[in-house]
């Protein structure tokens, strides 16, 4: 019993000096260290015991110390002990700060929890995990927490060179007392991503961090190449506007971003109120990737069929449900059936659009005569009618989009081929 007392009072004294030491680590940490779970993981308490909480595989913790196989980390507000072998470093994006106000870092992605420390305006963060949740983990320095994801922006970069006169030292953090992480000997060349008030963030292929702005100087410019005369881009006389109506669809329409995208061709979306409700998220991507967005009322009605109230409704409620998911009201109106009448087109501040070409892909479900529809109807100023529904449609675009463009075509919204 007694040499049991004995092991245990050794074991406790061990423990404490080894808390004692991390404390002291802690103290002395220059950087918040970040790691990226490896799987779905579980932490424990100090007993190695009891599961504490589990985290999904990519999680971003911060690393307070590391013995025995076993990680000492810090999520939101659980401090516990994960198998080292779980984790792994990460390369965290770099983002830069941009907001009306210096945004607050807190401790979990909640609005109402403790706030660790502001971000300034400017300087670069390292982003680690997913950059489209609502609050993102971001590290600046011993900084470490959640951020809200709008204040923070994709940085512009700019090729720079060290000064020939002298290495420039490399700092975590835009502040010359911060922890020195390395050296740019002279006149080797740096991508330069923010540069405020004195200090500059670089990246090279090894290294990361602020330097003093005035150690850089722009590259030379290279010699001037003999002058060639610029033959102007021909301006092309063949232009059509695609049309895609009753989406937004989950899987259709992202087919057919990603098809247009590759012929850098723009199109418009006339969408249906409903559908926009169901995958806002959708028309977010078809706004954002530079399409034209069309109001093709809520519910689909034929509106000569309907009292002059319910179709101000159709319109209005539509144009509504555009406006708060992408900030803008639709440019253009399609009626559904391209059935309308003076009541209709007395409701509209947009001018309302139908189409030269029918593809009739809606009825025959075919993407080969979908195709063929198109090749034989295009001409200058034509506009296809097509739906972001039907996967045939999508399926056809690619050939569409190929043949048109070897003829010359150029792929403009509806409202550039209206000259609007
Ligand atoms: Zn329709």
Not at 113 to 122: D, Q, R, T, V
Not at 210 to 219: E, F, H, K, Q, R
Request: hydrophobic content about 40%; overall charge neutral; glycine content about 4%.
């Amino acid at each position: 019993m007694r040499k049991i007392l004995y092991f245990l009072l050794i074991v406790f004294c061990i423990i404490g000096v080894s808390l004692v030491n991390n404390e002291r680590v802690h103290a002395a940490a220059p950087s918040a260290t970040i790691k990226i779970t490896t799987k779905e993981t579980e932490v424990f308490d100090e007993t190695l015991q009891k599961k504490l909480i589990t985290l999904s595989k990519a999680t971003p913790v911060i690393v307070l110390s590391e013995a025995d196989g076993w990680t000492e980390i810090q999520y939101k507000t659980v401090i516990g002990y994960i198998p080292s072998e779980y984790l792994k470093s990460a390369s965290p994006q770099y983002m830069l700060v941009q907001a009306k106000e210096e945004p607050l870092v807190r401790v979990t992605n909640n609005l109402q929890s403790e706030i660790k420390g502001k971000l300034h305006l400017n300087t670069i963060v390292e982003l680690y995990g997913s950059a489209t949740a609502d609050f993102v983990f971001v590290k600046y320095g011993k900084l470490a927490g959640f951020v809200n994801q709008q204040a923070l922006v994709k940085p512009v970069s700019k090729a720079m060179i060290v000064k020939s006169s002298a290495d420039l030292v490399v700092r975590e953090i835009a502040s010359s007392s911060s922890q020195e992480i390395g050296v740019l000997r002279k006149n080797s060349p740096v991508t330069m991503l923010t540069n405020l008030k004195g200090w500059a963030f670089v990246t090279t292929d090894k290294l990361s961090g602020y330097v003093l702005t005035n150690g850089l100087i722009t590259p030379p410019v290279e010699k001037e190449k003999p002058v060639k005369p610029v033959t102007p881009k021909p301006a092309t006389d063949k232009k059509i506007a695609l049309t895609f109506d009753d989406g937004p669809h989950p899987k259709v329409t992202k087919q057919i971003l990603k098809t247009l995208e590759k012929y850098d061709a723009k199109a418009t979306f006339f969408v249906v109120g409903q559908e926009v409700k169901e995958h806002p998220e959708i028309l977010k991507a078809v706004y954002n990737a530079g399409h034209e967005i069309g109001n093709h009322t809520f519910n689909h009605e034929k509106l000569t069929t309907l009292q002059p109230e319910d179709i101000k409704q159709q319109i209005q409620s539509t144009d509504a449900i555009i406006k708060s998911t992408i900030g803008q009201r639709a440019t253009v109106f399609r009626p559904p059936y391209g059935s309308y009448d003076e009541t209709i087109t007395d409701q509209l501040n947009v001018p309302n659009v139908l189409w030269t070409i029918d593809t009739l892909d809606w009825k025959h479900r075919d993407s080969k005569k979908t195709v063929l529809a198109v090749k034989e109807g295009a001409k200058n100023g034509s506009i296809v009618l097509m739906h972001d529904i039907h996967q045939t449609t999508a399926d056809a675009l690619d050939e569409i989009l190929a043949t048109l463009q070897k003829q010359g075509y150029e792929f403009v919204t509806v409202s550039e081929l209206l000259g609007k």
